[in-house]
């Protein structure tokens, strides 16, 4: 049974930074997609930004240059690190794992906030 934990997030003001965790257990393939998506009251959930498990990444255009995501592969764990935050950042961030390309998996959810 793969299980997704994630830890992070709260509330911070505009311009302010926080960063997201997420490690993934159970049977773990070698190769491996983890990443974010968030999802804003009354919108679809959208791509953040994932990272495979040999390092290529891909990100939203919103958040290129203010989010980085990194990984400790070992670990099974990924981060997120979100600098300059806008209020328009604001929504519940899902860990996301693509376990070999066979199953996709979600974390519970953590609520970011971001004030103006």
């Known amino acids: 049974q793969v299980q997704l934990e994630g830890s992070g997030g709260g509330l911070v003001q505009a311009g302010g930074s926080l960063r997201l965790s997420c490690t993934a257990s159970g049977i773990i393939f070698s190769y491996n997609i983890m990443g974010w998506y968030r999802q804003a009251p009354g919108k679809q959930r959208e791509l953040v930004a994932t990272i495979t498990s040999v390092s290529g990444t891909n990100y939203a255009d919103s958040v290129k240059g203010r989010f980085t995501i990194s990984r400790v592969t070992a670990k099974n764990t990924v981060y997120l690190q979100m600098n300059s935050l806008k209020p328009e950042d604001t929504a519940v961030y899902y860990c996301?794992?693509?376990?070999?390309?066979?199953?996709?998996?979600w974390g519970q959810g953590t609520q970011v906030t971001v004030s103006s």
């Open positions: 996301y794992l693509s376990n070999g390309g066979r199953q996709n998996y």
